[in-house]
């Protein structure tokens, strides 16, 4: 497997929401989000993840986005593209185009809707991660995309792709974790996917999070990651219940209708916008999430 910097793939990789102007992108605030990352402690940024609503944005517009995230992070933060799609032709050139426009890493899907099984999970990502330079993470999500990745699966891909360096682990199941980490080695990343499993999920060795609440509160989601890392488990176990009931707050409604919501409530976005087929929150989770973020103090 590739090997990596210790400090690279490690931390808090907040997926930033993409913000919409009506039905329009709206690249100057997503700008000024990913600001807000750079400056306020986040280890790396995730373009066009499930948090950005990828599926209903066009090939251009999520390069676009990926073009607005490096020019603005400038280097400071390591930029991860979420490349992934149905279509494998997509994923190749989504992917193409990140590489050139100069992603530190790429994330992607395993192809939704079409449940492959597991031997063509392994000529999937063994061949697009064949095609790029770039290190490359596994999104594992079967929530959304009806596919579950074994870590036999995942195996056979490492050998077959040495830039296949992780997986963005998406579900309830720490069992994997464990195998994944035990057989592969502890250098493979392994990111928290699921808001509410941050802690114990790093707590077993996961390198660190992909954590939609990082929108909300970036600098609180960072320090939680480098109190597990500073062996601080204590701490890290108290700011894990300080954080529950906001991690829980993010599948109130699928996402990121409930983080849209308290993103416009703080004046993080001009616009609570989505595309169809998403919505904004009815007005019974309003008022929930009001509750949520008094009494997280942010409101």
Do not use: W
């Not at 109190?227 to 701490?235: H, I, P, S, Y």
């Amino acid at each position: 497997m590739q090997e990596l910097d210790k400090n690279f793939l490690r931390g808090s990789y907040t997926p930033i929401v993409t913000p919409f102007s009506g039905d329009t992108v709206d690249y100057e605030t997503y700008a000024r989000l990913v600001e807000r990352q750079a400056s306020h402690g986040s280890h790396g940024i995730v373009v066009a993840g499930t948090t950005g609503e990828p599926t209903t944005l066009s090939i251009d517009e999520r390069a676009r986005l990926l073009e607005v995230a490096l020019e603005t992070a400038a280097g400071r933060i390591p930029v991860v593209a979420a490349t992934g799609s149905q279509s494998h032709a997509d994923t190749l050139e989504l992917s193409r185009r990140a590489e050139r426009a100069g992603a530190s890493a790429l994330l992607i899907l395993t192809p939704y809707f079409i449940r492959p099984p597991q031997r063509g999970l392994v000529e999937y990502y063994a061949d697009v991660a064949g095609r790029t330079s770039l290190p490359v993470l596994i999104y594992h999500i079967p929530g959304r995309a009806a596919v579950n990745v074994t870590c036999e699966t995942v195996e056979q891909i490492v050998e077959r792709a040495p830039n296949l360096v992780g997986i963005k682990h998406a579900t309830q199941d720490l069992t994997l974790v464990t195998e994944l980490l035990s057989r592969i080695g502890p250098e493979f990343r392994i990111f928290v996917g699921l808001e509410e499993l941050s802690f114990p999920m790093m707590a077993i060795g996961a390198c660190g999070v992909m954590n939609a609440v990082g929108n909300l509160m970036p600098r609180k989601i960072a320090e939680l990651c480098e109190l597990v890392f500073d062996g601080k488990l204590a701490a890290a176990r108290a700011a894990h219940f300080e954080l529950f009931e906001l991690n829980q707050s993010i599948f109130y409604d699928t996402n990121p209708i409930a983080l849209k919501y308290m993103m416009k409530r703080l004046g993080l976005l001009k616009e609570n916008s989505h595309r169809l087929p998403m919505v904004p929150a009815t007005r019974e989770l309003e008022l929930r999430l009001d509750g949520v973020l008094k009494r997280a103090g942010l409101i």
